[in-house]
C-alpha cells in the first residue's frame, strides 16, 4: 500500500509540474502579447523637463526679501555699541553720597513710555535713547547745578532690560518674548535664545517688523537651511525691539502606491526623488519602477505631471529631482511583476499542499 501511495504521489506532483509549467508559460505569451500591443512607453524624463527650474530646488529667499536683509545688516555695528535705554526699562541709580549718609540707597527706577524717568529731588529726566554714560553724567550735572550736591557720583545700571523685546513664535522649541540686551540682535542669535527651530519647522522663517513711522510694515522670508546648513551668513538679518520672527511647520509631501509606507512626509529641508520615497520605507516587489509620477500643483491652477524612471534615477541617468511643498509622488504596480508574484504563491501554495500529500 505505501509503494502504491508513493507511486500516486510521485504522479500527482509530475502532473501539477507539468500543469504549473503550462500555465507559467501561458501567463508568460500574455505578458508578452500585452506588452506588444500596448507598447512599453518610455517614462525617462524628457530633456526640456529637465531644465526647468521649477523642478530644481526652490529659492525661498526671493530677491526683495535678501535685498531688506541687506538694509538691515547695516545696524549689525549697533550691537557693539553701548546700551541706549528705552522705554519700561528698568534703571538701578545709586547716588553715592546719599548713600554715605544714609539718607537713601539704590532706588529702581522705570523708564516712561515717553522715555522720561522721576527721581527723588530730581524731578523728571529725559533719558530714552542715551547710553549709561550719558544718564549717569545727566543726573551729576543737575545735581551740581541745582546745588543739591557739589560733587556728586553716580553709578548708573540697568536692573531689567524690557524695552527691545522681540517674539518668536511658530515651530520653536521655546517660543515667546526675548528681551534682548543689545540695541540690536541677530535672528540666529534669537533663534537661539527660543532653542532652535523645532523638529516639525519648516525651512523658511518669516519677520515681520511693525510700521515705525513713514517706513511701512515689512515681511521678510528668510531661507533657513540656506543659513544655518549652507553657511550663508548674509541671511543673518539684524533684528530691533518690536520685531517679531515667525517659524511655520514643514509643508507636506505625499507618497502614495507601491512604496511600503505610503502616506504625507514633512519637507523640512531640500529633499529629492530618492531621499522622499526612501522616507516611504522604499519600493516594494511589485513597484513599477520606469513608471512612476510626480504629480505638481502649478501657481496659476492645474497640475503638471512629469513621468519619472526611478530606476534610471538611482543608476544617475535621469537627475534626481527636488521635490516641492504639496507635491505627490506615486508609484503604480507593475502589471508584469503582479502576475508573476501571484504565480509564485499559486506554485508555493501548490507544492506545499502535494507535500503534505505525500507525507499521509
Not at 529667499?61 to 519700561?88: A, C, F, H, M, N
Not at 540690536?184 to 523638529?199: F, R
Not at 512629469?306 to 541617468?317: F, T, W
Request: aromatic share 6%; proline share 4%; charged share 25%.
Amino acid at each position: 500500500m505505501k509503494q502504491i501511495r508513493a507511486i500516486t504521489s510521485e504522479k500527482s506532483i509530475r502532473t501539477l509540474v507539468r500543469s504549473l509549467f503550462s500555465i507559467f508559460a501561458v501567463l508568460t505569451f500574455c505578458v508578452v502579447m500585452s506588452g506588444c500591443i500596448t507598447g512599453y512607453p518610455d517614462y525617462s524624463l524628457p530633456t526640456d523637463v529637465r531644465s526647468r527650474s521649477a523642478i530644481g530646488r526652490s529659492e525661498f529667499s526671493d530677491e526683495t526679501s535678501r535685498d531688506l536683509i541687506r538694509q538691515t545688516r547695516k545696524l549689525i555695528e549697533l550691537q557693539t555699541r553701548d546700551y541706549l535705554v528705552g522705554p519700561d526699562d528698568v534703571l538701578a541709580v545709586s547716588i553715592f553720597e546719599w548713600e554715605m549718609t544714609e539718607e537713601t540707597k539704590t532706588l529702581d527706577a522705570r523708564v516712561a513710555e515717553s522715555g522720561v524717568v522721576s527721581l527723588p529731588v530730581l524731578g523728571s529726566l529725559s533719558v530714552g535713547g542715551k547710553t549709561l554714560q550719558e544718564i549717569q553724567k545727566l543726573i551729576e550735572n543737575t545735581l551740581a547745578k541745582r546745588k543739591i550736591m557739589p560733587n556728586p557720583r553716580v553709578a548708573i545700571d540697568v536692573k531689567e532690560y524690557r524695552s527691545k523685546r522681540i517674539g518668536v513664535i511658530g515651530a520653536v522649541n521655546a517660543p515667546g518674548q526675548y528681551a534682548i540686551h543689545q540695541n540690536v540682535s541677530t535672528l540666529m542669535d534669537i533663534l537661539t535664545l527660543a532653542g532652535g527651530p523645532a523638529p516639525d519647522a519648516g525651512r523658511i522663517s518669516y519677520i515681520l517688523r511693525k510700521k515705525r513711522g513713514d517706513v511701512e510694515p515689512l515681511r521678510i522670508l528668510v531661507d533657513m537651511e540656506d543659513l544655518f546648513e549652507h553657511g550663508k551668513f548674509e541671511l543673518n538679518a539684524v533684528l530691533q525691539g518690536g520685531d517679531i520672527v515667525y517659524v511655520p511647520r514643514a509643508p507636506l509631501i505625499y507618497v502614495y502606491g507601491s512604496v511600503s509606507d505610503p502616506g504625507g512626509f514633512a519637507l523640512s529641508r531640500s529633499m529629492r526623488i530618492l531621499e522622499a520615497l526612501a522616507l516611504a520605507g522604499g519600493l516594494n516587489k511589485k513597484a513599477a519602477t520606469g513608471s512612476c509620477k510626480l504629480i505638481r500643483k502649478q501657481k496659476a491652477g492645474g497640475r503638471n505631471t512629469v513621468n519619472l524612471n526611478v530606476s534610471r534615477i538611482e543608476r544617475g541617468k535621469d537627475p534626481n529631482l527636488f521635490i516641492q511643498e504639496g507635491d505627490v509622488l506615486f508609484v503604480p504596480e507593475s502589471r508584469t511583476k503582479t502576475i508573476f508574484a501571484a504565480f509564485g504563491d499559486l506554485v508555493r501554495s501548490i507544492f506545499t499542499f502535494s507535500y503534505s500529500l505525500s507525507s499521509d
